[in-house]
């Protein structure tokens, strides 16, 4: 076992750094006693930096299991870039040959990026299972819970991957992650065992705030004026690409700041470089929906507003938690009107199948498939194929929602809550909190003062519009109605 000198040592050698960020060393002692680990690390501590150390202490492969193929390819880009040239992403922005030649000479990487659905395929788990894998990473591994039975079913057949691979190494790693959540990690992944390293959730750098409205003008009106104060950079998330393509337009309209918006309808081109401009600081706003922002490093983020209310607090500690990476002052703001959860409600309501709904497509499976199946019909079709009843399938969704509109009611409360809300979340992450202050957050009846927490910059004026026809038509079509 090295010692603590030893490994500091390595690191310095490796990649120059002269000591670990929290929860790092931790977490790499536990891998090198061998030991399967679920690291719950803050947002911004270096989770890459984990299972890029352990790879350097073995001959043996580092298979990561990715969520999203623009994060796979810019955590390879920035490998190969830090020298580790044997990197590879397998994901289905390779066409049939290239994806042929990845196969084929999978052994030859040391570092190999997948995403669960890649994983699924019969040739590449069976190139896989020649290989010889040191450590199998799962980031990202809320999105087991999160993403799992309604939206990417494939994150419940990591269980059997694990297993057929010959149960190497695993190593689960996420930024947020409830007691109860912990627990369906370990139940999803059949994983009892495994030794938990948690760190605490608090970003006590990130000033918390909820505003609050009884109509979309003043939300708006609210929005514009704090694009217009805010240092940036920064991002606003919501929930309806539509509305984030209207008001990126407005805000561009209005201000002359460097505005874009991102989200799963681009295509891959332009999301890359979206990312890559913002990254570069070429872009001050990016008005975004969930699909920006998961592995994006950006340090100096002053700023995460949120237009919708989230669906959960793990997707609002997600998100807000890109800002103040550097560890200097930022703020996360929500932006709440009355009754703005039906949004959510609505999503749940429009991705999860009805009992009628599975009951039909058990009943008449063999006709349905022969037609173009819908996202709920293949939803529905990956329990069946895996052996699911119909009862069965039923009793899950309703479980399901039945979750998920419990955590929304915990997102509500959050929001509503005149106690400190640190405090209301991280007793959700099962943490305490007693610490309260008037750079904490706005619950309590404290006033935070943004400019004397560096938040603020000189106002930048709104551009002169004679005729500001076009937008008021935005408004009025798109931001009453979302």
């Not at 109860?180 to 938990?196: C, F, G, M, S």
């Not at 007793?427 to 603020?456: A, I, M, R």
Request: net charge positive; glycine share 4%; proline share 3%.
């Amino acid at each position: 076992m090295l010692s603590d000198t030893q490994l500091k040592e390595k690191l310095k050698h490796w990649f120059g750094f002269n000591d670990f960020r929290p929860g790092q060393k931790k977490v790499i002692q536990s891998l090198l006693n061998a030991k399967d680990t679920l690291a719950v690390l803050p947002t911004g501590t270096g989770k890459t930096l984990i299972y890029q150390y352990f790879g350097k202490t073995n001959n043996k492969m580092v298979l990561i299991v990715s969520p999203l193929i623009s994060l796979m390819q810019d955590q390879v880009d920035r490998m190969r870039y830090l020298g580790e040239k044997n990197t590879i992403a397998l994901t289905s922005s390779l066409n049939w040959m290239e994806k042929r030649q990845v196969i084929n000479s999978l052994s030859s990487y040391k570092y190999v990026y997948v995403s669960p659905e890649m994983l699924s395929n019969v040739d590449v788990l069976n190139a896989l299972r020649k290989c010889s894998i040191g450590l199998m990473v799962i980031d990202e591994a809320h999105c087991i819970n999160q993403w799992g039975p309604d939206f990417r079913p494939e994150y419940l057949n990591l269980k059997n991957i694990i297993s057929k691979l010959g149960h190497p190494l695993m190593l689960l790693l996420t930024a947020t992650a409830s007691n109860r959540v912990i627990d369906d990690i370990k139940e999803k992944l059949a994983l009892p065992q495994v030794h938990t390293i948690k760190y605490s959730t608090n970003r006590p750098n990130i000033l918390l705030s909820v505003e609050k409205f009884m109509d979309m003008t003043d939300k708006n009106e609210r929005l514009l004026s704090l694009v217009e104060k805010l240092t940036k950079p920064g991002i606003i998330y919501f929930s309806s690409k539509k509305v984030a393509d209207a008001t990126q337009e407005w805000l561009s309209s209005k201000t002359n700041f460097r505005i874009e918006v991102y989200h799963a309808d681009l295509d891959t081109d332009t999301r890359y470089r979206i990312q890559h401009q913002f990254m570069d600081d070429q872009i001050d706003i990016i008005c975004a929906t969930s699909a920006f922002g998961m592995g994006i490093d950006k340090n100096n983020i002053r700023f995460v507003i949120h237009y919708h209310v989230p669906s959960n607090l793990e997707s609002y500690v997600q998100e807000m938690g890109r800002a103040g990476r550097d560890g200097e002052k930022s703020v996360s703001i929500i932006l709440y009107k009355e009754n703005d959860e039906i949004l959510q409600r609505n999503f749940v309501d429009e991705t999860i199948p009805t009992d009628q709904m599975i009951d039909f497509f058990y009943k008449h499976a063999k006709q349905l498939k022969n037609n173009q199946m819908d996202e709920k019909s293949e939803l529905i079709d990956y329990y069946l194929e895996n052996g699911y009843s119909a009862t069965d399938t039923i009793n899950l969704f309703s479980e399901r929602k039945i979750s998920q509109f419990r955590a929304l009611r915990a997102m509500i409360g959050y929001v509503k809550t005149d106690d400190c809300r640190r405090k209301y979340l991280l007793k959700y992450f099962n943490e305490d909190y007693n610490n309260h202050n008037e750079n904490c957050c706005d619950g309590l009846n404290t006033q935070l003062n943004l400019q004397d927490n560096g938040l603020l910059k000189g106002i930048n004026p709104y551009k002169n519009h004679k005729n500001n026809k076009k937008w008021q038509d935005i408004v009025k079509t798109l931001f009453y109605n979302n």
